[in-house]
């Protein structure tokens, strides 16, 4: 347990740990925190979350516990986050708030020029990954299977032509395959292209003449 902010010293350190696999070695981010000065009672954890998971519980409560002065502390960049955009929104956030970061023994403080110029490298970064990822999804989006998925695919044929091949099968010895060739679709597509002209034509009003 953290004392209350009107008991515990003017600046404190503020640990965060961070491991996705089970590869991967949480005791020795613990000891690194341990080794830069960090007292365990002040190292908050989140165990199985991916950095591209912004919504961390032990993240929150870690950027919850730093104040004016405070150091938060972690045994590398890409335990805050996998992604430049997510270390840019808290680097500012710290930044913002007079919060010092401290990246492996490393210490960034928000009034340094050094530190301002970090945090521009970070914000450039951010933005080519935010450019290549618009990138990637107007490539994908240019693929039309892409886009049928995404829009629906629109019908093959017009209402024109789901008459014309229903009525083709007025025809008792009426050949699916032929019917299958002439339209350019699978014999699936043939039944199911009558069943909906049938389905049409069955909710169609009749108007009697008078």
């Known amino acids: 347990m953290t004392e209350p902010d009107e008991l515990r010293p003017e600046a ?8 996705s696999l089970v590869e991967q070695d949480f005791e020795a981010q613990v000891n690194r925190l341990n080794q830069l000065g960090v007292d365990p009672a002040r190292i908050y954890t989140d165990y199985g979350f991916s950095g591209e998971a912004m919504t961390r ?5 870690a950027l919850g516990a730093c104040r004016p002065g405070d150091t938060l ?3 590398s960049i890409d335990r805050l986050a996998s992604n430049a955009l997510g270390v840019v929104d808290i680097v ?3 930044g913002e708030r007079r919060v010092l970061l401290n990246v492996d023994g490393d210490l960034y403080d928000p009034l340094d020029p050094m530190a301002a110029m ?3 490298m970070l914000t450039a970064v951010a933005e080519a990954e935010s450019g290549w990822n618009s ?13 049928e998925k995404l829009q629906g695919r629109r019908p093959r044929l017009s209402p024109a032509q789901d008459a014309e091949l ?4 007025t025809d008792p010895k009426v050949d699916v395959l032929a019917i299958a060739a002439q339209f350019g679709m699978s014999r699936s597509s043939v039944y199911r292209v009558r069943d909906r002209h049938r389905k049409r034509e069955s909710a169609t009003p009749i108007v009697e003449s008078t």
């Open 57 to 61: 519980d032990g993240l929150a409560r």
């Open 92 to 94: 500012k956030d710290l």
């Open 118 to 120: 970090f945090y521009r």
């Open 166 to 169: 229903a009525a083709q099968f």
């Open 12 to 19: 404190v350190l503020i640990g965060y740990a961070r491991v």
């Open 135 to 147: 990138l990637r999804t107007r490539e994908a989006m240019a693929r039309p299977g892409v886009r």
């Open 73 to 75: 502390v972690v045994p």
